[in-house]
């Protein structure tokens, strides 16, 4: 594998003539992510998490690699995407944008590409009342159903994932599922069980790994179970199980209960995903500064960086710099309008002008801090696509 310091060679060679802050999407490292993920879905349909990518060219070569359908962040990008023809696109939260339910609920054709995300009575109703009175098939929404771990250990009970849908129970699913069945002019597509815990924690320890385990059998049987009571509850069985992410791919495709796997941050392959065992990391996605200024032997400035990512605080949500020997410093981390760099080992002395590259700590992120991505093969400069916000588009 590539040395990061000959990747950032290789970037500033291909971007020599563009002035920084630059991101750059190496395409050779993308589509091998992109085949890479297909394969370690073992044949399972892969959807596509825009949330990770947010560059629309780089979304439509990961469609034409062979992922089927898109998870979009907002209604508003669902309808967007199904008006330049994606057939199936599945918002991955639920939303309370009355606009954009009504948008979707006034547009018969999106209304059959479009699936929406539900976890409460209360999001239905908002369905309900935007699809009233209108034309068109009925809006398809899909229950999101909390895939955590809870473990009883004595008077306590430990949590491990996210605190995101209240739908844990089988009995929990079915009720609101009975409620969608009578709810006119909408309709129960299936489910969707992100496994958090597994996707989305790298396997930093034995214990990890052990909770990964437990937690991958459990999401499984419970899994069923909500099936098995859904069927009940609607009188039929759903067409959509939806579950994973590019951390868990093998381990939600194993289940022949699930119909499908999601993933996005793979394309990419951020710094939070170097601790995985699951996969090799092969970063495909960079940013390169500008040194702006030279404050004294061992230091430098570069123009721009302070794209931290979303999250709890803490180092792992900086940017992580390819250039050997220099590191943020701790203080400033990666500043607003500058990032100060510290030589801390055996790499020579950055110059004002020289161009530092680094990764984003996740994945899409990134691209809401440029217009425009260059895409780069070898150290040329092949193209340069815009981004959501060099489309004027901002999603979330």
């Not at 209304?111 to 009925?138: C, I, K």
């Not at 951020?270 to 090799?280: E, M, N, S």
Request: positive net charge.
């Amino acid at each position: 594998m590539e040395s990061p310091a000959s990747v950032a060679a290789r970037l500033g060679r291909a971007t020599a003539q563009v002035a920084g802050p630059v991101a750059v999407v190496d395409l050779d490292l993308f589509d091998a992510n992109a085949a890479e993920l297909l394969r370690r879905a073992g044949g399972t349909p892969v959807r596509l998490a825009t949330k990770s990518v947010r560059v629309r060219a780089l979304v439509d070569r990961a469609l034409a690699a062979g992922f089927q359908g898109l998870m979009t962040m907002t209604v508003a990008e669902a309808v967007w995407y199904a008006g330049r023809g994606v057939p199936d696109s599945l918002v991955g939260y639920p939303s309370v944008d009355t606009a954009a339910l009504a948008a979707l609920a006034g547009d018969a054709d999106a209304r059959g590409r479009v699936t929406l995300m539900l976890d409460d009575a209360a999001q239905l109703a908002l369905v309900e009342a935007a699809v009233a009175g209108t034309d068109g098939p009925p809006v398809d929404v899909c229950l999101d159903v909390d895939a955590s771990l809870r473990l009883r250990v004595g008077p306590l009970t430990l949590h491990a994932g996210t605190r995101r849908s209240p739908l844990h129970a089988p009995a929990d699913v079915a009720r609101l599922a009975a409620r969608v069945a009578t709810t006119p002019g909408v309709r129960l597509r299936g489910v969707m069980t992100y496994e958090a815990q597994i996707a989305g924690l790298p396997d930093s320890s034995a214990a990890v790994r052990a909770m990964k385990k437990v937690s991958a059998r459990e999401v499984r049987a419970r899994r069923s179970a909500v099936l098995d009571a859904l069927s009940s509850a609607v009188g039929r069985d759903l067409t959509l199980v939806n579950a994973g992410g590019t951390g868990s791919l093998e381990v939600s495709s194993a289940d022949p209960e699930v119909t499908e796997v999601t993933a996005g941050s793979g394309l990419y392959v951020p710094a939070t995903f170097d601790g995985y065992r699951a996969f090799c990391p092969r970063p495909s996605a960079f940013f390169g500064l500008d040194v702006v200024r030279t404050p004294g032997p061992g230091w430098a400035t570069a123009f721009g960086g302070g794209y931290p990512a979303s999250g709890a605080a803490g180092p792992s949500r900086l940017p992580r710099l390819l250039s050997p020997g220099w590191s943020l410093t701790r203080r400033e981390g990666a500043g607003e309008v500058q990032t100060p760099l510290r030589r801390r080992g055996g790499g020579p002395e950055l110059r004002i002008g020289d161009r530092v590259w680094f990764r984003h700590a996740k994945a899409g992120e990134l691209m809401e801090r440029f217009d425009v991505v260059h895409l780069v093969r070898g150290d040329e400069v092949v193209d340069v696509v815009p981004t959501y916000r060099g489309e004027g588009r901002s999603f979330a």
